[in-house]
């Protein structure tokens, strides 16, 4: 945010008085620039039609999981607008989270998933067609399993979980994604899909279970514990 440094940065600020519409707003004057503010430049909330404490009292609605509909109804505003409010506010706090870095044991899995047309059946239909002419792209290709779209997973056994959607299973499309998310050494546990057999040349260390063979997890260092496995994000896929 602009002023919000420009502030901590000098001390050449001067008040201008309150805002005309909101009496609590301070304003303000850069020395240096000679540009006004207030509380509120450069934030999601500046130049809004609704008050701060609405947005604020949306932000909280929105952290007890309530519908938009009933946030309308609590704060007494048109459900379109609130669609808007929490549309950016979501957005907002998605932009302003720090990038993910997962690092000590990871697991990597990927599912396939159908994207519904509910109330709509003869959307259905129609995509069912069009699934029996996708399938022989196979595996690799912009989708597989009848039309449906990869979604990648990484869980850090004991910390954060990040998941995407991918536009095709390929080594070259997965390589960017790990290595921007995932610490160079890290462990990480797979099945035996081939497209995670480069990992260690990516810099990784790699251990995988191999599911074809009815092999779903293995005690490689004689503890008697089955540590190689990706049971951890399989199932996060059943719970998500």
């Known amino acids: 945010m602009v002023f919000a440094a420009l502030i901590v940065e000098t001390k050449n600020i001067t008040k201008r008085g309150k805002h005309a519409t909101y009496s609590a707003r301070q304003r303000y004057i850069c020395g240096e620039c000679g540009r006004h503010f207030d509380d509120l430049t450069d934030t999601i909330f500046a ?13 909280y609605l929105m952290g007890l999981n309530v519908s938009n509909q009933q946030i309308a109804d609590e704060l007494s505003l048109h459900k379109d607008d609130v669609h808007q409010m929490t549309s950016e506010l979501r957005q907002a ?45 196979g595996f690799g290709g912009a989708v597989r399993s009848n039309g449906k779209p990869p979604i990648f997973g990484m869980i850090q056994r004991g910390g954060e979980v990040v998941i995407k959607m991918l536009a095709n299973v390929q080594q070259q499309t997965i390589k960017p994604i790990i290595q921007s998310m995932v610490k160079p050494g890290t462990l990480i546990y797979t099945d035996e899909y081939d497209i995670y057999a480069r990992l260690e040349t990516w810099g990784y260390a790699h251990k995988s279970v191999c599911h074809s063979a009815g092999e779903y997890a293995r005690d490689d260092d004689g503890d008697g514990f089955c540590e190689v496995h990706v049971n951890t994000m399989e199932g996060f896929w059943l719970t998500a």
């Open 47 to 59: 130049g809004r039609h609704q008050p701060l404490k609405t947005w604020i009292a949306c932000l």
């Open 93 to 137: 706090v998605a932009d302003k989270r720090p990038e993910v870095q997962l690092s000590g044991t990871v697991e990597f899995d990927e599912v396939y998933v159908t994207a519904g047309h509910k109330g709509q059946p003869e959307q259905v239909k129609k995509k069912g067609a069009r699934d029996a002419d996708v399938n022989s792209k």
